[in-house]
């Protein structure tokens, strides 16, 4: 088989629509372009979300709500997942390492959820209450960054 020998399979090349070529083709005079208006000017681009003169939907639907612009984002890390650690201190660049956050320079959050059997140096953005008291008790320290 060669590539100029080459041909298509019957049925799956279609001829393409020859709009405006007079009345007898069906998309004669205007070429299905409606009359008068920028649509059937050339060079017309309608928006994407354009509807028609209906009124859009970002403007049909209620605004609901408040968005904080100033809220902080943090990384969450319960203390059953620091215990099994095997390190003594721990900062944003270990739990990194261990695959606890996904990056080292947002902040952290460590929550009470779990128990503590070592003392650990944690090392972190924020601690609840309930974790801070359970590093301590542990004979461990809470160290806000």
């Known amino acids: ?3 100029n020998s080459l041909k298509p399979v019957p049925g799956s090349i279609k001829n393409r629509k020859r709009v405006g070529r007079g009345h007898g083709s069906g998309l004669g005079k205007s070429a299905g372009r409606g009359d008068k208006g920028a649509g059937q000017r050339s060079g017309f681009k309608r928006r994407t979300w354009f509807e028609g003169g209906q009124m859009p939907l970002a ?7 408040f968005t904080n612009i100033f809220k902080k984002e943090f990384q969450i890390i319960n203390l059953k997942s620091l215990g099994n650690l095997g390190v003594k201190k721990i900062d944003a660049q270990i739990m990194f390492e261990k695959g606890l956050v996904r990056s080292a320079f947002k902040p952290i959050k460590i929550l009470g959820d779990g128990e503590l059997k070592e003392n650990l140096e944690i090392t972190a953005s924020a601690f609840s209450t309930s974790a ?6 542990a004979g461990g320290t809470a160290i806000i960054q």
């Open 1 to 3: 088989m060669k590539l």
């Open 132 to 137: 801070k008291e359970k590093i301590e008790k």
């Open 59 to 65: 403007r049909r639907l209620p605004r609901r709500g």
